[in-house]
């Protein structure tokens, strides 16, 4: 009985302990991240714009950030094209960062069961990884639509499917599920341990038995 005992006194302190470090987590988090939420929004946008414009082949007029809004300008930088394309994408930071601050809350609930801290950098990389993509999917496709219907680029139905596909499912799957996706991936890798370099010992040669002298008979 008191060992059932202690194993539920035991398991009860472990639940409070984890519920308060995600509540404090995420309190902490969500303060901090409305602080730095536009940097990393204008990071996140200017890599997945200027990728975007060289795979579409065009140039970026300007990058403003207004607020919460991201607006990015796009021309086209070939000359002699009977139709030239300038546009402008807003692309609202929220819509990719809001579930940030509960993916930290849940990063930080599994820090006392994750044997390996590096795994958190494998976290972080792919919740980067995600909002990149969100970026660079919601630029892809609107770009394709716009230069397909001014018949700059003719990419064909197949791609036009494959680009809303792509963003359709970053937007309303990955996206929304990311802290779920991130926690799924800390709980099945909690167990994982850091391999260390063992460094081999030196063989230390054995020195020979020295032969005793003969003691000399008087």
Not at 9 to 23: D, E, N, R
Not at 124 to 143: M, R, S
Not at 153 to 179: A, K
């Amino acid at each position: 009985m008191n060992n059932q005992n202690n194993s539920k006194q035991s398991v009860k302190s472990i639940i409070i302990k984890t519920a308060v470090i995600f509540v404090v987590a995420y309190i902490v988090s969500l303060l901090i991240w409305l602080l730095i939420k536009g940097y990393y929004g204008m990071t996140i946008t200017t890599i997945a714009s200027y990728l975007v414009s060289l795979l579409k082949g065009l140039d970026i007029t300007e990058i403003v950030r207004n607020k919460d809004i991201i607006s990015v300008g796009f021309i086209t930088n070939k000359y002699g094209l009977t139709q030239v394309i300038k546009t402008t994408i807003d692309i609202p930071i929220s819509n990719y960062t809001f579930n940030a601050p509960l993916t930290f809350a849940i990063m930080a609930a599994f820090y006392p069961f994750i044997k390996s801290k590096w795994l958190y950098l494998e976290a972080l990389i792919i919740l980067v990884v995600v909002h990149f993509l969100f970026v660079f999917t919601l630029e892809g496709q609107k770009l394709t639509a716009v230069m397909a219907a001014q018949g700059i680029e003719n990419p064909g139905s197949v791609t036009i499917i494959f680009w809303e596909f792509l963003w359709g499912f970053v937007d309303n799957m990955v996206v929304r599920f990311e802290p779920f996706l991130i926690g799924a991936y800390l709980f099945l890798l909690r167990n994982k341990v850091s391999v260390k370099k063992v460094k081999p010992e030196k063989s230390v040669p054995r020195q020979a038995p020295k032969k005793k002298k003969p003691k000399k008979k008087r």
